[in-house]
Nanobody, 115 residues
């Protein structure tokens, strides 16, 4: 079992920034893929960004150039820096751990972009 705890969500105006963090209860290994997903009301959960143990990143087209995912293996954390936020970024953001066929999710943190 892996417990994931997200933090950093909140209310921000359009054009603003937020930084989400996900703390894992176990060491993040080179074989661990970490990611952020989001789900808006009435929508399916969708990929935002992922990062491999080797540091290779992948982003949804809708966030490229605005969001940056990073990981700190020493602190067992993965972060999502979100800049130039838009109203359509409003959603619950979830951290995901994937390793050797096992997948764990955090409880989610709300991000609301509104003036």
């Amino acid at each position: 079992q892996v417990q994931l705890v997200e933090s950093g969500g909140g209310l921000v105006q359009p054009g603003g920034s937020l930084r989400l963090s996900c703390a894992a209860s176990r060491s993040i290994l080179s074989s661990t893929q970490m990611g952020w997903f989001r789900q808006a009301p009435g929508n399916q959960r969708e990929l935002v960004a992922t990062i491999t143990g080797g540091g290779r990143t992948n982003y949804a087209d809708s966030v490229k150039g605005r969001f940056t995912i990073s990981r700190d293996n020493a602190k067992n954390t993965v972060n999502l820096q979100m800049n130039s936020l838009k109203a359509e970024d409003t959603a619950v953001y979830y951290c995901r751990w994937a390793e050797l066929g096992y997948v764990f999710w955090g409880q989610g943190t709300q991000v609301t972009v509104s003036s």
